[in-house]
T-cell receptor, first 114, second 113 residues
Framework: AQTVTQSQPEMSVQEAETVTLSCTYDTSENNYYLFWYKQPPSRQMILVIRQEAYKQQNATENRFSVNFQKAAKSFSLKISDSQLGDTAMYFCAFIGGSNYKLTFGKGTLLTVNP | NAGVTQTPKFQVLKTGQSMTLQCAQDMNHEYMSWYRQDPGMGLRLIHY???????DQGEVPNGYNVSRSTTEDFPLRLLSAAPSQTSVYFCASSPVGPNYEQYFGPGTRLTVT
């Protein structure tokens, strides 16, 4: 079974600064997909970024980028130029290429301070 | 295009009561799933379906039943509610395939007293 670990329950950052959220996972599969989802106070789950394990290039989406280290089973999220609207719970998630079960980490609550 | 809708938004049940949480999507997605979110636990998969007539268990299926008679609908049934089922429930849908983004509904907050 796969597991996803987010070791930082809470983090805070000043507006306009950069912050990195950590995520590690454990799996025996070689083909899989990783995601970061954001859950603002509205409770709506929103996809931030995704990474295919077979791609060596790190995914980027505007101010959001990942550092994917396949050998270390690490998938961290970097948020540049943090904005107040980035305040949310962030979940790392994993799905194997051979099944349909999305496994989430316990989340990191990020607060962006003005 | 409403996306994924869930009803009700809030519900209070007494221990032992039964109810059905409704989930519908209008994106013609074959894959649908139910999660529960508890403080400090992230989201945990309850049941999922890869198409009409096909369902399977997730990580925490006990106490919940599902069926999938149409592509659009995927109801979650609590046969005899317990306080341990107090949680926020999310329904999600996507095309079939692990690389697809899952689209989430707004959630149902359920309290069992």
């Amino acid at each position: 079974a796969q597991t996803v670990t987010q070791s930082q329950p809470e983090m805070s950052v000043q507006e306009a600064e950069t912050v990195t959220l950590s995520c590690t996972y454990d799996t025996s599969e070689n083909n899989y997909y990783l995601f970061w989802y954001k859950q603002p106070p509205s409770r709506q789950m929103i996809l931030v970024i995704r990474q295919e394990a077979y791609k060596q290039q790190n995914a980027t989406e505007n101010r959001f980028s990942v550092n994917f280290q396949k050998a270390a089973k690490s998938f961290s999220l970097k948020i540049s130029d943090s904005q107040l609207g980035d305040t949310a719970m962030y979940f790392c998630a994993f799905i194997g290429g051979s099944n349909y079960k999305l496994t989430f980490g316990k989340g990191t609550l990020l607060t962006v301070n003005p | 295009n409403a996306g994924v809708t869930q009803t009700p938004k809030f519900q209070v049940l007494k221990t032992g009561q039964s109810m059905t949480l409704q989930c519908a999507q209008d994106m013609n997605h074959e894959y649908m799933s139910w999660y529960r979110q508890d403080p400090g636990m992230g989201l945990r998969l309850i049941h999922y379906s890869v198409g009409a007539g096909i369902t399977d268990q997730g990580e925490v299926p006990n106490g919940y039943n599902v069926s999938r008679s149409t592509t659009e609908d995927f109801p979650l049934r609590l046969l005899s509610a317990a306080p341990s089922q107090t949680s926020v429930y999310f329904c999600a849908s996507s095309p079939v395939g692990p690389n697809y983004e899952q689209y989430f509904g707004p959630g149902t907050r359920l309290t069992v007293t």
